[in-house]
Structure formats: C-alpha cells, structure tokens
C-alpha cells in the first residue's frame, strides 16, 4: 500500500512552483519576455569566471576518478579544510575540518541539522515570515515546526511570541538571515537578544536549545546594512550554507553543515552527520562540485544587479501606496497587499501578467513576495504593469 502522508501532499503542492509553471505556460502564449514572473528565487546573474574556469581546469587535467569517484561521507577532505579556514578567516571562529559536513545544498544541510538535535515529538520554533518548505523538512523528520508570528513593524523577531511559545519541548531554534521572503537582515541586537533568551531558557530545561542557522543567502548584502555572523553570538549554533545564491549554480546542489567549534560534541555532531546520510541518501555530494567551489571560496558571482532591482521596486512600490519593509539582502521583496486577501490580490495581478506570490504559506497573510532575480531592463518594463494593475483595480 502506498504511505497515505505522502499521497496527501499532491494536493497541496507548492504554490511557488504553480505559479512558476503558469508563468512558463502563459509565456508560451504571449513570449516569456512578457510575463513579469516574480515567482521563483532562481538566481538570474551567471556564475564567476573562476568557477567556470575551474571545472573547465579539473576537466581537462585530473583523472576520471577523482572528478566522479564518490567522495567520503563527511565530504573530501581538502575540501573541508578549505572551508574551515575560509569561515575562520572571515568570522574569527577556530574552524577546523572536523567541524564541517559537505552536503547537497542547504537542504542537504537542514536535512542533517534537523536529525541531530530532535527526536520524533520533539519541537523547533521558527519565525514568520518563512520559507514554506520548512514544514516538510522537519514535519517528515517526526519532529513538529512551530511558527512564532511575525513583527509586520520591521521584521525582526517578535521575543513576546517566542518568549511564550519556547517550551522544555523546543530543541532547536531555525532562523534565516537574510530572509526569505522578507529581505530582511536580522540586527547584532536581535541575535544577541536570542542568544541570551536561548542561553537562559537552555539553563532553565537542563538541556540545550540548538540555533540552527538557514544562510544561503548570507553574501547577498546591500550597501549600508550590516549583516552579522549568527554563529559569533551563540556557541551552540549549526550553520547550515549553500552555495547555490551566492555563486549562482542552485543546479549543482552544494553546500555544508558547520558546527560551531565551540558547541558540546561539534565533533561528534559532524561526524554523526555521516551516519545521518546513511538513512536519508544524501550522502557523498558530487565530487568535482566540491572540488569546484573549494577553489573560489572567497569569489560570488556579479550580485550588484539584485540591488539595482531592489531599489527600482522599493521606490515604485512604496511610491503606489504600499507598505513595505526595505530589504537588507537577498533577491526578495515582501509588500502588504492592497486588500486583506492577499491570495485575491495575487489573483487580479495575474491579469496583468504579473505573477505575484501570496504571503500566506509563508506565515504572513495579506503580503505577497516577489523574487526580483530576473533581468533589470525586465523590472523595468514591469513597472509599468505594476502602475496600471493598481490604477485600474485599486485606485479605479
């Protein structure tokens, strides 16, 4: 017999990619060149010449074995080192490989964090506004994801929420800064307030509450916003990284687990992520992607375009009456809608070839997301879609 949870999630799919597969049904129609698809958060800048430059080098130069061989189950060993001593360098932690886990993308990543801290029963908070696909990594692990409710006012996190909501049954905290969906970088005082809270509340329930920090986005920063390292706050934080946003390759699936070096059994933690991969098949990430991004740690693809395109929507939208938290990073902007229902709203824009998500999966009804990954001159263009949809339906 086929497991009944799993069959029940074909209805309810995500609500990114349905709108992501109306976009490319609809461009079919009218060219894709005029659908404002404001979707899905595909990376839309190319990859660094160096990262190029060095598979094309592996390629032409290393034997077929130690490009596609599979790797060790804690990740290949240069590889590890190269990434502690990048993190070390830039955060002044004492990484070493023994603290680092190579995983297949942040997924990979969380998938491992999850395992390692909770039992079936057991909870982890995170905060709203969120990414959707939180609730299927940790609900199919048996463990349950609270949501604390969002602080519409900035975005940060709301500590009265969470202050209520932290019980003796919350293993992990999971946060993601910068944010998707809102944009928004999480300040040195609200982690340092987290950490006090989570030191405190450990003291209190005689076991450790894990922060578990979500950072794919972590080097997409705007100017004059500062974008702190979660892991100098807490000792007992498990980053988990992805390469995908920060080099533009989301297809390659790489990324890693680190331990804080100064966390209870950080060693043990990563080396049971090992075991973790023999239950769930992430084991062993592609060889010669690791080796890849090993040699351009400290290089990212041509990020600047997605503070062009924040700033041209921020100005429009804030111009047209909405109300809208300035993002600090990520490619992500997160607006109140014009009415209450955002999913309507999200609805009335289609017929104007703008596709909107509604905030409502992630934990903020009545705001609605747009992924500004795509080309300037296409923001551009779309603004004047954006002008006519609220003239005409809101202002009418």
Not at 157 to 182: C, Q, R, W, Y
Not at 196 to 219: A, F, V
Not at 301 to 324: Q, R
Request: glycine residues 8%; charged residues 20%; proline residues 6%.
């Amino acid at each position: 017999m086929l497991v009944q949870k799993y069959r029940d999630m074909l209805s309810g799919k995500s609500v990114i990619r349905e709108l992501s597969e109306f976009a490319t049904a609809r461009g079919q129609e009218i060219g894709y060149e005029n659908v404002y698809d404001f979707s899905l958060g595909n990376p839309s800048v190319p990859a660094p010449r160096e990262f190029t430059g060095a598979m094309m080098g592996m390629l032409r130069d290393m034997g077929a074995n130690e490009l596609h061989g599979y790797s060790p189950s804690l990740g290949i060993t240069s590889v590890r080192e190269a990434v502690a001593a990048s993190l070390e360098k830039r955060f002044g932690l004492p990484y070493r490989k023994e603290h680092i886990f190579m995983a297949v993308g942040a997924a990979g990543a969380l998938a491992h964090a999850f395992r390692l801290v909770t039992e079936p029963g057991d909870e982890i908070l995170t905060f709203a506004p969120f990414f959707p696909e939180y609730h299927p990594y940790v609900d199919l692990t048996g463990a349950k994801l609270k949501v604390v409710p969002p602080d519409t006012e900035n975005f940060q996190i709301h500590f009265g929420k969470l202050e209520e909501m932290l019980t003796d049954k919350v293993m992990a905290v999971l946060i993601n800064t910068p944010n998707n969906p809102s944009g928004v970088v999480y300040s040195a005082d609200t982690l340092r307030r987290l950490a006090d809270l989570l030191r405190t509340k450990s003291d209190e329930y005689k076991h450790p509450i894990y922060l578990i920090s979500d950072e794919p986005y972590r080097e997409i920063v705007f100017a004059g916003v500062e974008a702190p390292c979660v892991s100098q706050f807490y000792d007992n934080t498990v980053m988990c990284y992805s390469f995908s946003k920060s080099l533009s390759i989301p297809g390659e699936r790489i990324g890693y687990v680190a331990v804080n070096p100064r966390c209870r059994d950080a060693v043990d933690m990563v080396n049971m992520c090992g075991q973790i991969s023999r239950g769930i098949g992430h084991n062993c990430p592609p060889s010669m992607i690791q080796l890849a991004v090993a040699q351009v740690l400290d290089k990212t693809a041509d990020l600047s375009v997605y503070e062009t395109n924040m700033n041209l929507l921020y100005h429009e939208l804030t111009a047209l009456g909405f109300f809208c938290v300035k993002p600090g990073g990520t490619f992500y902007i997160f607006p109140r809608a014009l009415e209450e229902d955002a999913k309507a709203f999200c609805r009335k824009a289609l017929k104007y070839d703008l596709i909107l998500v509604p905030g409502d999966s992630f934990g903020a009804p009545g705001y609605f997301r747009m992924a500004y990954c795509i080309d300037t001159e296409k923001v551009e263009r779309s603004l004047g879609a954006l002008r006519k949809f609220v003239a005409e339906v809101y202002k009418g």
